[in-house]
Antibody, heavy 117, light 110 residues
Framework: QVQLVESGGGLVKPGGSLRLSCAASGFTFSDYYISWIRQAPGKGLEWVSYISGRSSVIYYADSVKGRFTISRDNAKNSLYLQMNSLRAEDTAIYYC??????????WGQGTLVTVSS | QSALTQPASVSGSPGQSITISCTGTSSDVGSYNLVSWYQQLPGEAPKLMIYEVSKRPSGVSNRFSGSKSGNTASLTISGLQAEDEADYYCCSYADSRAYVFGTGTKVTVL
């Protein structure tokens, strides 16, 4: 069955960096677009970024453009999110999700990122 | 990329039908039949309930249905059950190849 497991979250100071990972199994990873979506504590969902199967198509939300970088390693069935210049407003649970065709069908359980001094 | 507008809360009694609206603009909901809906139970990851405005994934109850008119999409839950109590989010594909989520609606079963 499809499984997505995020890791790498934690406490980081404003201006700091963090790298999130998403390990995938149960499907042909390289065939799928994958996305990062976040949810601030007690708030709604916010799309962050997505990447195509061969990494040729990448898009970011305006709120993270220039600070976050999405990437993937198909040999390792893994998705990454490098987050730099972190701000308090980046505090959220970060989910990875498959994006087969303009909707997000399988989601991981998320990893919490807290940006605080 | 402003969030789509949803009512903060909707409630209904068991067996009733409720409808959640999701209002966007001509840059997102109005231009694309690519609206999806997600159910999020407390402490859990979101779950896909509807995609492409009105299609149901395998395993989702036919009590859930979706529609769209102009810049507004809607999710209807018929025969409301206690297990439907959750937060619901709409999402639309948008111009500039982005995605925008709704503000979220808390459904309460009275």
């Amino acid at each position: 069955q499809v499984q997505l497991v995020e890791s790498g979250g934690g406490l980081v100071k404003p201006g700091g960096s963090l790298r999130l990972s998403c390990a995938a199994s149960g499907f042909t990873f390289s065939d799928y677009y994958i996305s990062w979506i976040r949810q601030a504590p007690g708030k709604g969902l916010e799309w962050v970024s997505y990447i195509s199967g061969r990494s040729s198509v990448i898009y970011y939300a305006d709120s993270v453009k220039g600070r976050f970088t999405i990437s993937r390693d198909n040999a390792k069935n893994s998705l990454y999110l490098q987050m730099n210049s972190l701000r308090a407003e980046d505090t959220a649970i970060y989910y990875c999700a498959t994006l087969p065709d303009y909707y997000f069908d399988y989601w991981g359980q998320g990893t919490l990122v807290t940006v605080s001094s | 990329q402003s969030a789509l507008t949803q009512p903060a809360s909707v409630s209904g009694s068991p067996g009733q039908s409720i409808t959640i609206s999701c209002t966007g603009t001509s840059s997102d909901v109005g231009s694309y039949n690519l609206v999806s809906w997600y159910q999020q139970l407390p402490g859990e990851a979101p779950k896909l309930m509807i995609y492409e405005v009105s299609k149901r994934p395998s395993g989702v109850s036919n009590r859930f249905s979706g529609s769209k008119s102009g810049n507004t999409a809607s999710l209807t839950i018929s025969g409301l059950q206690a297990e439907d109590e959750a937060d619901y989010y709409c999402c639309s594909y948008a111009d500039s190849r982005a995605y925008v989520f709704g503000t979220g609606t808390k459904v309460t079963v009275l």
